[in-house]
């Protein structure tokens, strides 16, 4: 089995890649997510994995859920070793994230410079190959606020939300048609049911709550409508990633600095971000895709990282911002 390792918090996770050879899943590829038993990983790794294991339970045992559940990784079972390892057992529905597919994007920009001299592209291949990208990116988008739409109907926070916890099928542009992202990486998942809410917090949510508190928001009700809201927020950042990134040269842009110009330079005013992007020619691909249906994703970037997390939409309203639907015209 390939393996490979990543990283949750200060716990170290194995990636394995298997497939199934006996029972009712006989045949089926798997991604086997393996977490590390108390003396190597602490107490926060078993409670990670109780974590993600109880989260992927909860949102697969609705059997009428078969809408927006295609956009979550399927969790097939698990076991725990002698040693204490918790192995989750996943489908495997794509071996690549959506930062993986940026960095390749990226790197395909790159390929138009050769030692500083620039080649130069056939205007109508361009327009095709950023179309694509366009539709791409915006179907990957879509497909993860699908997810999280679905979580937060469920009662479940994803916390950990960003481009290495989408999945993806394919990373093939001219394929976007049959795009299905996932999400994945469910270890700090936060249940949101009000009886939840009241009961004492665990360690994986503690700090959430301290910054809900740090927010005005006391309350049941106002830390649960904190709580979603920061899953938007997130959301936001992804969005702004995946504008970004694989619309730009290789290490022109990259997530730290994206980051800091929304949050620290520009202080969440994204009018004054496109102001700034305007006049930088390598962005100029990444200000022309939020400049989609009448600069619709710079609005609504705006409204899913508004410092006020009272005014950021749902997800079942991002869902319906015109922006996906312009910057998805195109899909056959």
């Not at 990282?305 to 195109?330: I, T």
Request: aromatic fraction near 10%; charged fraction near 25%.
């Amino acid at each position: 089995m390939a393996s490979q390792d990543i990283g949750e918090g200060s716990v170290k996770i194995r990636l394995y890649e298997g497939r199934i050879v006996q029972g009712l899943y006989r045949g089926i590829p798997v991604i086997f997510k393996v977490y590390p038993g108390q003396q190597v990983g602490g107490p926060e790794a078993d409670l990670m994995a109780a974590n993600e294991l109880s989260a992927h339970s909860s949102l697969q045992s609705n059997s009428k859920a078969m809408g927006y559940l295609e956009n979550i990784q399927i969790l097939l079972g698990g076991f725990e070793t002698r040693a204490g390892e918790q192995w989750l057992a996943f489908r495997d529905d794509g071996k690549y994230t959506a930062a993986d597919y940026a960095k390749i994007a990226s790197e395909k920009m790159s390929k138009a410079f050769d030692q500083g001299v620039v080649k130069p592209w056939n205007p109508f291949e361009k327009d095709v190959a950023m179309m694509r990208r366009r539709c791409f990116v915006a179907k990957l988008f879509q497909g993860a606020i699908r997810g999280l739409a679905y979580m937060h109907d469920h009662d479940i926070l994803h916390q950990s939300l960003g481009p290495a916890s989408v999945v993806l099928n394919t990373m093939v542009e001219k394929n976007a048609a049959y795009l299905v992202p996932r999400l994945r990486d469910l270890a700090f998942s936060v249940d949101i049911r009000y009886l939840g809410l009241e009961r004492d917090w665990s360690p994986l949510s503690e700090q959430l709550w301290r910054r809900a508190s740090a927010a005005g928001a006391l309350t049941p009700m106002e830390r649960r409508a904190f709580g979603i809201a920061d899953d938007i927020y997130e959301a936001g950042l992804l969005l702004a990633h995946m504008a970004f990134i694989p619309f730009c040269e290789a290490r022109a842009m990259d997530s730290l600095s994206l980051r800091r110009l929304l949050e620290n330079t520009f202080q969440h005013e994204v009018g004054a971000m496109r102001e700034y992007c305007l006049a930088d020619e390598c962005l100029s691909e990444a200000v022309k895709f939020l400049d989609v249906g009448d600069h619709a994703g710079w609005e609504l970037l705006q409204a899913m990282v508004d410092p006020d997390y009272r005014k950021r939409p749902g997800a079942d309203a991002v869902l319906k911002h015109p922006f996906l639907a312009a910057a998805m015209s195109v899909i056959g």
